[in-house]
């Protein structure tokens, strides 16, 4: 892609040095796909908004720079939030991107853990955007807090789950399966990796399932690192380093109700990295997987790799990106835009990735890039929207269709006090159980005829609410 440099550029100007600047001439953002922010200089520094186009061209949001109190983690579009050393903020967020006045704060509210200084390691946000999971550690000791946030910015504590009885050097950030029933973070100690499962509890809280025994071809030959768990259908990707050896080998594995993992891939068909250590991000779709790295510069196993996503069949690499820039963040928005930063080069680059092609939108210049945070401001097209009232929506399969098996199902649900049980029953026996979500998004094996199908929500109160269809697979 051609770049008219700096030809008149809109810039942004902090203590008279340029902080971000587009690389090409800015073009008009009319209507919004997402807001990004970028915080510069720290957990104390700026944080600076874009607005993106549908085509993924960039224009700064009114009010830009804000200055926020600590690091900046999140956005479900009502509020950001950010992380201090002892509090979680909240700001208010208008219509368009604008980060407005602080909401609420709250208190860190770990044990063991926090004692003797600063333990505050990472934070994300559920699917739904309403529920963040704070990570505390100090050693080997390891918490996780769950706080719900409210639609007025305050916060409520769910829970916390304590980890040090696991023991390992550190603990990753658990990943969260779309339907917010399982989460998997790898412990770590030395070289060496396992995996732990995490069943999600009434009100968000998660409860630890024990380390997993991955059950795959040559899996002894493995070391099994940072599982990403897919947001659609019930799957995680692991990287899995051959004797403990860069590059990994990347394996999709598929979960079952109680969290077992267990993959068909072999040594084999699994597609081996050029990457080293990388991490990873699935699309909001589910239908890409990236890898992105930063092993500093002039050295290798930098760069980008999409991958397509094929459920539980072996991933097939789709493209490489920037190889040998260092990559240090990348997030998706819901309209298939992959933003990527690096700190090395001081850049951000914005793609625009689909089942076709990839194309380079835009490339910017930031000054010193901290954090990154992507807010959409569109819902996934393939998103399952629960109704207004209480009721269930099925997406699909639709009433009366017919399907190969295994069927998708894509289902929300809305009840009374919030969905506590999301069941799902074939012919009157139950196939699958949600807990704590009111998205049922998962594959189910019917044998080949007529179906009756039901899907069930019921909160604590006991209110349910339900909805029958009928579907012949083939």
């Not at 403990?244 to 598929?254: K, L, R």
């Not at 998962?442 to 909805?467: E, I, N, Y």
Request: hydrophobic fraction near 35%; glycine fraction near 10%.
């Amino acid at each position: 892609m051609t770049y008219l440099r700096l030809c008149a550029a809109f810039f942004v100007v902090l203590a008279s040095t340029v902080a971000l600047s587009p690389l090409a001439k800015a073009q008009s953002t009319s209507s919004s796909s997402a807001y990004l922010y970028i915080q510069i200089q720290g957990p104390e520094g700026a944080v600076y908004g874009l607005s993106a186009s549908s085509t993924g061209q960039l224009s700064p949001i009114s009010g830009s720079p804000f200055k926020l109190a600590g690091k900046i983690i999140g956005s479900n579009k009502l509020q950001s939030l950010t992380m201090g050393q002892d509090f979680l903020h909240s700001y208010a967020v208008a219509s368009d991107g604008a980060i407005g006045s602080p909401l609420s704060q709250f208190a860190f509210f770990g044990g063991q853990c926090t004692s003797g200084g600063s333990a505050v390691e990472d934070a994300e946000f559920d699917h739904s955007g309403k529920l963040i999971y704070v990570l505390l550690q100090n050693g080997s000791c390891a918490e996780i807090q769950s706080d719900d946030i409210n639609l007025d910015g305050s916060f409520g504590p769910a829970g916390q789950l304590q980890l040090n009885s696991m023991g390992g050097d550190f603990v990753g950030l658990p990943s969260i399966l779309g339907n917010e029933t399982l989460a998997f973070s790898d412990i770590s100690s030395g070289h060496y990796s396992s995996i732990y499962g995490f069943l999600r509890q009434l009100g968000g809280v998660l409860q630890t399932d024990g380390a997993q025994t991955l059950s795959f071809q040559g899996s002894a030959n493995y070391n099994p690192a940072r599982p990403d768990a897919s947001p659609v259908g019930n799957y995680v990707v692991l990287q899995l380093y051959p004797g403990d050896t860069n590059p990994p080998q990347i394996g999709s594995f598929t979960t079952n109700s109680d969290g077992v993992l267990s993959s068909t891939n072999t040594p084999a068909d699994m597609p081996t990295s050029s990457l080293e250590n990388p991490y990873s991000t699935f699309s909001p779709f589910g239908d890409m997987f990236v890898l992105y790295a930063d092993n500093g510069a002039g050295n290798p196993g930098n760069g980008i790799e999409v991958y397509r996503f094929n459920g539980a069949q072996p991933l097939t690499l789709y493209k490489k990106l920037l190889t040998g820039v260092p990559i240090d963040r990348v997030a998706w928005d819901n309209s298939r835009h992959l933003y990527a930063i690096s700190d090395a080069e001081n850049k951000l680059y914005v793609f625009t990735v689909t089942l076709s092609s990839i194309t380079e939108d835009t490339e910017w210049s930031i000054g010193a890039p901290f954090s990154m945070v992507v807010a959409s401001s569109v819902e996934p097209s393939g998103a399952c929207p629960p109704p207004a009232i209480n009721g269930i929506n099925v997406c699909s399969p639709g009433n009366n269709a017919t399907a190969t098996s295994p069927v998708q199902i894509n289902a929300a649900a809305t009840v009374g006090n919030g969905v506590w049980r999301f069941e799902l029953w074939a012919d009157g026996t139950k196939i699958d159980t949600v807990r704590g979500s009111d998205l049922m998004d998962t594959p189910v094996s019917l044998t080949p005829g007529l179906h009756h199908l039901t899907f069930s929500a019921r909160d604590t109160s006991g209110d349910q609410v339900s909805k029958a269809i009928t579907v012949t697979t083939q």
